[in-house]
């Protein structure tokens, strides 16, 4: 694996260090199990999905959290093996841990469960004061009111 120098990066984009630990951060998570699969969707201007196959789970086995812009999803089964006796078992019945890491001003707005699907719903949220807004320009004709005395110029001619 190749290592990734953002260095020549920091001398002109200021405030993205972050973003540059965690594509590092990225690359060192590749051993994630791949259990269970999931699609990352977009369902609107700011609105996605991520939909998780968990066949098998019900909403008592499953936890949703959020913190510090980390979203972990686990599943945690019962223990459910007294009288069953299998020839073949390919159904998987594993516990599972999932993180995804948010973006800022993403947010978790529901989840629910439906043919063995796990739909969690997000929004990014920005705040007003962060939104672009535009900024009127006056001309040079306007006057400027100051509540400094102004001091008048004595010449010597």
Known sequence: MTNLDFSPFYRSFIGFDHLANLMDAA???????????????????????????????????????????????????????????????GIAERNFERKFQLSDYIKVTGASIANGLLHIELVREVPEALKPRKISIS???????????VLAQVSNA
């Open 27 to 89: 690359v060192r998570n590749e051993k994630q199990p791949a259990y269970p699969p999931y699609n990352i969707e977009v369902t609107g201007d700011d609105h996605y999905r991520i939909t998780m196959a968990i066949a098998g789970f019900s909403e008592d086995e499953l936890s949703i959290e959020t913190e510090h812009n980390t979203l972990l999803v686990k599943g945690q089964r019962a223990e459910k093996t007294e009288g069953r006796r299998f020839l073949h078992q």
């Open 139 to 149: 001309n040079g004709h306007t006057a400027v009111t100051s509540t400094t005395p």
